[in-house]
């Protein structure tokens, strides 16, 4: 693999991968998940529940874990070209925890800016996601939006975000001129990103286009432990691995002015509930 690749996630904290799944498999993991669709939204978060008259997400809420039942996402989940990629970003071949697939209609609400790793909880390490476009996507239809150089911070204290905007309900801050940028993508396309990595996505702004997403998350090949909606955890070639239960609470990172830059420090105590992600 080039290793300018492997430079550009270690510097940005993310890497799209163009056209890894060609014309004729994305339409076939489309047209798949358009017929096996959640009949009500995830009950994973209780603030998910809480719709509005007429919400979009309300007939596409988002799919939870369907390789648990479904064989194409399980199959997907340890495709041999995400593993792949996988393995020569981070180094050594990861564990996969979770499958999720993001409708986002026209009209929908976007996620906040957050990081996985608030929610998965691994440890020692962090997680990683493989992001795949199943539409292609850009600021009308509510791409994915990264804080590029922010893999390296810790966990930041969450806050609670804005539900008319997000359909999720915990969110961080960013210090003044940290800003999101879109990650502009083609349907195939995979995008991998660091557990750490601020990113989330704003509203899908168009008159009629889906931005639909099937999305992977791993753990990295070090890790023991990661928080208990996560379990069972498998290995790329899909069998068991027993692994240990993180816990929530602790230190979180607060944004601090240091020598006139912003510095993550981990000076703060987490005291919001947490929900599964
Ligand atoms: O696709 C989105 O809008 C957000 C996805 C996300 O935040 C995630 O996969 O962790």
């Known amino acids: 693999m080039d290793a300018v690749w492997i430079e550009q996630y270690r510097r940005d904290g993310y890497v799209v991968v163009p056209g890894l799944f060609n014309a004729e498999e994305t339409r076939m993991y489309r047209d798949h998940f ?3 669709r959640p009949e009500k939204p995830s009950d994973s978060d209780p603030r ?6 007429g919400d979009p997400l309300k007939l596409y809420s988002r799919l939870m874990m369907p390789h648990r039942t479904d064989e194409t996402s399980f199959n997907w989940l340890i495709e041999p070209r995400i593993n792949h990629w996988l393995t020569a970003l981070l180094g050594s071949e990861p564990y996969a925890v979770q499958t999720m697939v993001y409708y986002k ?22 997680c990683m996601a493989a992001w795949m476009a199943l539409d292609d996507c850009d600021e009308e239809n ?8 922010t893999q390296d911070i810790p966990v930041l204290c969450s806050k609670e975000a804005d539900m008319e905007e997000s359909f999720t309900g915990d969110t961080v801050d960013l210090p003044e001129g ?15 990103f660091n557990g750490q990595l601020v990113h ?8 009629g286009r889906f931005r639909r997403a099937l999305i992977g998350h791993y753990i990295v090949g070090e890790a ?3 928080a208990q909606w996560y379990h069972p955890v498998l290995r790329m070639d899909g069998s068991e691995v027993e692994f240990g ?16 830059q912003p510095v993550a420090e981990l000076v703060g105590t987490e005291t919001r509930q947490r929900f599964t992600e």
């Open 224 to 226: 023991e432990r990661v």
């Open 245 to 260: 239960v993180s816990q929530w609470g602790g230190r979180c990172g607060v944004w601090v002015d240091q020598d006139g």
């Open 178 to 192: 940290m800003t999101p940028v879109p990650v502009l993508m083609k349907a195939g396309d995979v995008l991998f």
């Open 105 to 126: 209609p026209a009209g929908a609400r976007g996620q906040a800016l957050h990081q996985d790793q608030f929610y998965l909880r691994v440890n020692p390490g962090t």
């Open 48 to 53: 998910n529940q809480n719709l509005y008259e």
């Open 34 to 36: 358009m017929t096996f």
């Open 142 to 149: 509510g791409c994915l939006q990264v804080v590029p150089g």
């Open 200 to 207: 989330g996505s704003y509203a899908n702004t168009s008159q």
